[in-house]
T-cell receptor
Framework: ELKVEQNPLFLSMQEGKNYTIYCNYS?????LYWYRQDPGKSLESLFV?????AVKQEGRLMASLDTKARLSTLHITAAVHDLSATYFC??????????FGQGTRLTINP | DTGVSQNPRHKITKRGQNVTFRCDPI?????LYWYRQTLGQGPEFLTY????????KSRLLSDRFSAERPKGSFSTLEIQRTEQGDSAMYLC????????????FGQGTRLTVV
């Protein structure tokens, strides 16, 4: 059974700092996704990573994928309060469905 | 098109009652998915349609759950004899058919069973 593990599960950081969220998965996957979810809201797609070595950046967020290590990272640069949310990674193991991690609840303090 | 639409947004029901949720996918998307998300967890896959055919069901989808997509457009998810453990956010997503098929999620229906 495919497992997706994120760490940390909770992250409290100060504005202006950098940090990384890690996403490990247990079996081969075609694609990896990062989503953002605000409280009580649905999922907003951030990045889709399609191949080994893929790197994508949008604003203060950068995602990368290492398929050999079965690891993706979401790096936050110079955090701002607006980035406070829960971040999920999800893997699509070729079965037309997504398997999600537990989520990382990020709180950015002024 | 404004994206995936789900109704109702919130539903409170008494234990033992039946509930039905509706999902309208993005119009040109022929794939439709249902997920369930409990508090503090990531979404879990329930079932998937391609056009009107239900192609996969998770073991999470007990006999009390049934999903339909009769004309390959909107879908309904019915829960019979609801239990408190059914309380969750039910998310619908849709995607195109193809090699790269990113799924777009609706706002979800939050179910509370009292």
């Amino acid at each position: 059974e495919l497992k997706v593990e994120q760490n940390p599960l909770f992250l409290s950081m100060q504005e202006g700092k950098n940090y990384t969220i890690y996403c490990n998965y247990s079996t081969t996957s075609d694609r990896l996704y990062w989503y953002r979810q605000d409280p009580g809201k649905s999922l907003e797609s951030l990045f889709v990573l399609l191949s080994n070595g893929a790197v994508k950046q949008e604003g203060r967020l950068m995602a990368s994928l290492d398929t050999k290590a079965r690891l993706s990272t979401l790096h936050i640069t110079a955090a701002v309060h607006d980035l406070s949310a829960t971040y999920f990674c999800a893997v699509e193991p070729g079965a037309q469905k997504l398997v999600f991690g537990q989520g990382t609840r990020l709180t950015i303090n002024p | 098109d404004t994206g995936v639409s789900q109704n109702p947004r919130h539903k409170i029901t008494k234990r033992g009652q039946n509930v039905t949720f509706r999902c309208d996918p993005i119009s040109e998307h022929n794939r439709l998915y249902w997920y369930r998300q409990t508090l503090g967890q990531g979404p879990e896959f329930l079932t998937y349609f391609q056009n009107e055919a239900q192609l996969e069901k998770s073991r999470l989808l007990s006999d009390r759950f049934s999903a339909e997509r009769p004309k390959g457009s909107f879908s309904t998810l019915e829960i019979q004899r609801t239990e408190q453990g059914d309380s969750a956010m039910y998310l619908c997503a849709s995607s195109r058919q193809g090699v790269f098929t990113e799924a777009f999620f609706g706002q979800g229906t939050r179910l509370t069973v009292v």
